[in-house]
Nanobody
Framework: QVQLVESGGVLVQPGGSLRLSCAASGSIISINDIGWYRQAPGKQRELVATITSGRSTNYADSVKGRFTISRDNAKNTVYLQMNSLKPEDTTVYYC??????????????WGQGTQVTVSS
């Protein structure tokens, strides 16, 4: 099993910065894609940013140029640096990872979510 624990979500003023972290643990051999999604009440969960094991990145158009995703493979951790935050970035952010686990299969896991609130 793979467990994902997110942290870093807080209240921040518009224009401010924030860094989210997501640490993966469990019977992990390696992690392929890992990334961040967000979901506002009443809306579908949407991709924010993902990063592959080769460090190729993909961003939603709404966050390009403002958010940066990175990963530390030694720590099985992914980060999301969020700059120039806007009120519309307010929502719950979820971490997702696709991991090759000890039972020799791929497992896709989600974290419990962390709330980001952008408000003055």
């Amino acid at each position: 099993q793979v467990q994902l624990v997110e942290s870093g979500g807080v209240l921040v003023q518009p224009g401010g910065s924030l860094r989210l972290s997501c640490a993966a643990s469990g019977s992990i051999i390696s992690i392929n894609d890992i990334g961040w999604y967000r979901q506002a009440p009443g809306k579908q969960r949407e991709l924010v940013a993902t990063i592959t094991s080769g460090r190729s990145t993909n961003y939603a158009d709404s966050v390009k140029g403002r958010f940066t995703i990175s990963r530390d493979n030694a720590k099985n951790t992914v980060y999301l640096q969020m700059n120039s935050l806007k009120p519309e970035d307010t929502t719950v952010y979820y971490c997702n990872a696709n991991a090759w686990v000890s039972t020799l299969n791929w497992q896709s896991s989600w974290g419990q979510g962390t709330q980001v609130t952008v408000s003055s």
